[in-house]
């Protein structure tokens, strides 16, 4: 072994980012048997028992079975991402982000890593959705599967973003306790359960200025074949901008105080 | 973007020192938490802060890892900002609770972590030299305090780095694991790495440190050699009452080593008391002469209680 003061040290390149350290984290969630519940059962549950009983309506004009699956599939990319993200909570009310901060690990890698996490695990939620809509006898073209799936996937962003703002906002080991309930308001507004059309006229433009009817209504763009309108493209860039920007406030803040 | 070289510091790498502390002072609100405090502590020493709770350890060893940031002062980590330090993969830390992951197993914890250094020790290799290769697959919530504070100890190890912090490493161990541990960072330092670790167990700071750094209300006041904290303590004190007693007259007799005097009465610091007690009798008019023995016990007590005022540091600062 060297002497401790002959070694070659470097600082790591990417500020300590690395794929390894994607890995783990993805396998740590994995690992979360909650969140791998609220995550990839929930939604694929949810979509065969509501949506199979409405196999032969129609909503929106179009048949309610992939309508409702693009839904879900929405829905389960979101959770995962708010999961994801609110964990930093769990990681700063333990101290990791302490231990972090021990290392070459540089704040902006951190926040990478989460927020590729969070999207992998988005993915895989949209990817079991899917799954079991094709076997449950769901037919779309092909550019309506990859382009609905795509949005459903890269919409989560939005809620990534969001749950670092909540993992940063509340100190909580239980952070889930409280956002998940809200995210199940959040998409019960945003016309994921039910189309905002059946609200009354008022309630309908309040539910257009929530996050998630930004995102579901992009999804669900493809099928319905309303073409994604700007206003739903507005709430959803906005809603990121919003989130995006109060959790990179927050965890300056929470570098600073660390 | 590659991995940049972090390469020898200005005064170059032979010279530097491990830490080095200048004008430190840290308050929140209106507690003054770290007092200017300066010091500089060599490659290769084993440094012990001493000090009861709220002396300013913590706070000091933050701040010298970058977590605070002094309201003044400068902080040197081995010729380099704490920041610098720490991406270089120099300095770790063993902290004294929390920063580790429930629902990890301790391998997998240190396995994380070495994947952010630029090159880091074999992750094996470090459970092995903390003693916890044994329990690498066991969850991190099913460990016992003690075998946390390993993992602690392994993740420090990772980087190789040239200076370790430890805040209260054994905490909460008992009295065996206590040994063990320090038995594992005795072991390691002996490779030259620089330690320097906070407690308030004196029987600890005398057992591994080869220097003390006594803080009391956020000050140093007293730094040296185990060897001459001991000799500090192991002193007499003696107290006579002497109206209009001359400070500077007392101190230069040789055989005293310090003296305070408070109101009537002086006291003087000697490790020859018979010789000044002889003294005071016969040539002043000191009378109601006492004798007290001290041991490093008392030494402590004395010099970080609330009622002592800061007694002049023994050894050299340098």
Redesign the interface.
Known sequence: ?T???E????????G?F?L??VG?EIR?IL??RRTMIFVLVMPTVLFLVIGLSQKNESLDGVDALPYFMISMAVYGAMVATTATGAAVAV?RA???S????????VPSAYMATKVISALSLGLLAVLVVYVAGFASGVRMSVSTWVISGLVAWLGSLVFAAFGLFMGFLLPSENVMQFVGPLLALLALFGGIFVPIEIYSDVLQDIAKLTPVWGIGALARAPLTGDGASIGALANALVWLAIFGVGAAQLFRRDTKR? | ??????GDTIDG?ETRSAVSLAGLTKSFGSLVAVNDVSLEIK?GEIVAFLGPNGAGKTTTLDMI???QKPDSGTVTVLGRTPSEA?????V??V?Q????????TVR?TV???S?????ARPVDECLERAGIIEIANRRVEKCSGGEQQRLRFA??LLS???LMLLDEPTTGMDVEGRRDFWNAIRQDAA???TIMFATHYLEEADSYADRIILLRKGEIVADGTTAQIKNLASGRMVRATLPGAGEAELAAWPEVDSVEVRGDSVFLRTKSSDEVARRLLTSTAAHDLEITAHNLEDAFIALTSDESSPASPVGERA
């Not at chain 1, 070694?7 to 990417?14: G, K, L």
């Not at chain 2, 973007?1 to 972090?6: H, L, Q, R, V």
């Not at chain 2, 609770?97 to 990890?104: A, I, Q, S, V």
Request: with cysteine; proline share 5%; net charge positive.
């Open positions: 072994m002497a401790i003061s070694q070659d040290r470097r600082v790591p390149a990417w300590g690395n390894t350290f783990l740590r690992r979360n990681e333990l101290g990791w302490r231990q972090l901060r021990l290392t070459p690990l660390v | 973007m590659s991995a940049e070289p972090c790498a490659q890892l970058g977590f720490i991406a270089c993969g120099e770790s830390a902290m609770t929390g920063g580790l992951l429930k629902d990890l997998e396995q994380l972590i994947t952010l250094f630029y090159r993740i420090a190789d780095p040239e490779r030259g790495r």
